[in-house]
């Protein structure tokens, strides 16, 4: 395994790109922030504490329309419930010694594209490649949100809306790589998109928040793809 500092200096060159899309897509957020009464420090703060843009937009919404604390604690959790899932996957990346201290800090700034990197990472997950990934892109997204607030609304909404997209394309471009090395995975994507579109448009489901039904759909995936496609520990398959 790779050094500590080795491992942060990569995790900073693999999450600049993630912090760049941030930054561009927490414009939005500081619009929504702004409208919602907050000051720039105080949604940079927001940001910097929640990083996660479906909770944040809840957030914002809930305190713009006077909801109360308790209400916004629970859609919160509702709209970041996912992360508890990437959370659970990504503690199996780590090595069995792997200290408390270093699983909280890792699971502290879990998002997709940050959960996607890791994940992808060769062999057990030395903790400090996420640190590097999470020290430019956590800045990244508080920063997009404070110029969000200060100038966002002075740019074009065309312009915002432009911006509000990059994050999907970054994110394409965090699994379409490993989608091309296995058919598998290939697979598995393109009926992740299939199956979320369906979902999405199911009346028997409208009632259920996208959160709710993107734990869904990757818990029986998820479990479908282990069951019928296992993957070996290294062990395994020298001995093999």
């Avoid at 395994?1 to 561009?24: Q, S």
């Avoid at 503690?91 to 699971?107: G, I, N």
């Avoid at 990197?117 to 996420?130: C, F, K």
């Avoid at 471009?173 to 199956?195: D, H, M, N, Y």
Wanted: aromatic share 10%; charged share 10%.
């Amino acid at each position: 395994m790779e050094n500590n500092r080795v491992c942060f200096r990569r995790g900073i060159r693999d999450g600049m790109p993630i912090a760049l899309g941030y930054f561009a897509v927490a414009f939005t957020l500081g619009i929504a922030a702004r409208n919602a009464g907050f000051s720039a420090v105080q949604a940079m703060v927001e940001s910097l504490t929640n990083n996660a843009s479906a909770g944040e937009y809840a957030v914002f919404s809930l305190v713009a329309a006077g909801a109360g604390y308790m209400e916004v604690a629970v859609m919160t959790l509702v709209a970041n419930a996912r992360y508890l899932l990437m959370s659970c996957s990504l503690s199996q990346k780590l090595a069995p010694e792997t200290p408390l201290r270093h699983r909280m800090l890792v699971a502290f700034d879990v998002t997709d594209e940050i959960f996607g990197i890791s994940i992808a990472y060769p062999g057990q997950l030395n903790p400090w490649y996420t640190y590097g990934a999470i020290a430019v892109a956590i800045p990244g997204w508080g920063l997009g949100t404070f110029f969000g607030v200060a100038v966002g609304n002075v740019l074009p909404p065309q312009l915002v809306s432009a911006l509000s997209v990059g994050l999907y394309g970054m994110f394409l471009a965090i699994i379409v790589p490993p989608a091309r090395k296995s058919r598998v995975v290939l697979a598995l994507v393109l009926l992740s998109f299939a199956a979320s579109f369906l979902v999405s448009r199911w009346t028997l489901l409208a009632g259920i928040s996208s959160g709710i039904k993107t734990i869904l759909l990757t818990v029986v995936i998820s479990l479908a793809a282990a069951i019928l496609f296992p993957v070996k520990n290294p062990g395994e398959e020298e001995q093999t």
